[in-house]
């Protein structure tokens, strides 16, 4: 029997990625919806064959409670708000896996941590490049020291987005701009491919004058994170430069290229060594594989095994710290020190 998924929110993460890969997932499967639009939820259950009075609206969260077929929660919702149904579904025993931001503080991220763990519930972040294997085998081959002493990553999550408003340009709702939409990616890949933890970051914020959208939220953000052995990794990410998903990573003996690291599909990667004289270049070919389905199907086997997800709750915890000192180091105009992660923060 799949581990049934409820997914909380219906917007278009949930609906053009995470729903699909739902039904596409070997341990998973969708069995209950909760969305502020009763319409639209009627229409996406009937596509998905779920129960119509499986289907809910977010003040009715709690009636998955009795629902035996719902074990875990697929939270779809804007940052700001997977605290609240993360407690909220820990206070009715199920399974938590949340969309990536964790959440839009340190605070918010420890509450939401020492609620599944009160309630001996899974906890899980949604970091898919972590699952996608191309970026796995990059991982594999920086920590195999395939490339050598690891020097610089140079890392870029970028896109134009097109105008009008949306919760990602509010400071309450996204909790920042650029850096904790996509910048994310940049800073997380950096830690998996170092297996280290930064301790200082340098930054610049820049949001275009007059620009409405960018009134309370960072349109672009660059930042550098230098790291104990002396890696440093660069990054930029912004919401006003022509696409662009790849990173570099260089080490003393080869480096490699992932091409769309950060994008749903279509990752390309390439090695470069020296071998004697000469320099070569590989090209490991690797079966495409839905992300999403490969992330949820490990959340179901923590769910069915007991197990502490490979990006638990303090994944995301210790990126928002990250977060906040990139977020200090761009007003202050100053290296800013990482600090270590906070310990027993009390919720609110
Ligand atoms: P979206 O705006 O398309 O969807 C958000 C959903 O939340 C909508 O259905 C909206 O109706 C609902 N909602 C409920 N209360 C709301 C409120 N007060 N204000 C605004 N919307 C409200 O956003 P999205 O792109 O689907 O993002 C949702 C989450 O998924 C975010 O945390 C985002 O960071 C994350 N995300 C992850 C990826 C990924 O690749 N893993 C990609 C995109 C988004």
């Not at 990573?249 to 749903?264: C, I, K, Q, T, V």
């Not at 069915?304 to 210790?318: I, N, Q, S």
């Amino acid at each position: 029997e799949r581990v049934g998924f409820a997914v909380i929110g219906l917007g278009r993460i949930a609906l053009e990625q995470v729903l699909p890969a739902l039904a596409q997932c070997r341990l998973a499967r969708p069995v209950a919806l909760v969305s502020g639009s009763a319409e639209k939820a009627a229409l996406v259950a009937r596509q998905y064959g779920i129960r119509p009075d499986a289907v809910h609206g977010y003040e009715a969260f709690e009636r998955l409670r009795d629902d035996q077929a719902v074990q875990a929660v697929y939270i779809a919702l804007p940052n700001a708000m997977h605290r609240e149904f993360t407690e909220r579904a820990a206070a009715i025993g199920k399974h938590v896996l949340t969309e990536k931001p964790m959440a839009t503080s340190a605070e918010d991220c420890a509450a939401m941590i020492a609620a599944c763990a009160r309630a001996n519930l899974r906890l899980m972040v949604a970091y898919r490049c972590q699952y996608e294997q191309a970026n796995r085998a990059a991982i594999r081959a920086a920590q195999t020291g395939a490339l050598g002493r690891l020097r610089f990553l140079h890392a870029a999550n970028l896109q134009s987005n097109g105008p009008g408003p949306q919760w990602r340009y509010s400071r309450r709702l996204a909790g920042g701009g650029a850096l904790p939409d996509i910048g994310l990616y940049c800073l997380n890949a950096a830690r998996t491919l170092s297996g280290e933890e930064p301790v200082e970051v340098s930054a610049q914020a820049y949001s275009p004058p007059g620009d409405e959208r960018y009134r309370e939220v960072e349109e672009s953000m660059s930042f550098t994170l230098r790291f104990p052995s002396g890696f440093l990794a660069q990054a930029q990410s912004s919401y006003g430069a022509y696409q662009e998903k790849s990173f570099r990573l260089s080490g003393e003996r080869g480096s490699l290229l992932l091409e769309d690291a950060f994008a749903y599909r279509g990752q390309r990667l390439r090695l470069f060594r020296r071998d004697g004289e000469q320099g070569t270049e590989e090209a490991p070919q690797l079966r495409p594989r839905n992300q999403f389905a490969l992330e949820i199907d490990h959340m179901a086997r923590c769910v069915r095994e007991g197990r502490r997800p490979h990006t638990p709750g303090e994944e995301g915890l210790r990126d928002q710290v990250i977060m906040d000192a990139i977020q200090r180091a761009a007003e202050r105009g100053r290296p800013e020190p990482i600090p270590p992660v906070p310990a027993g923060i009390e919720p609110r």
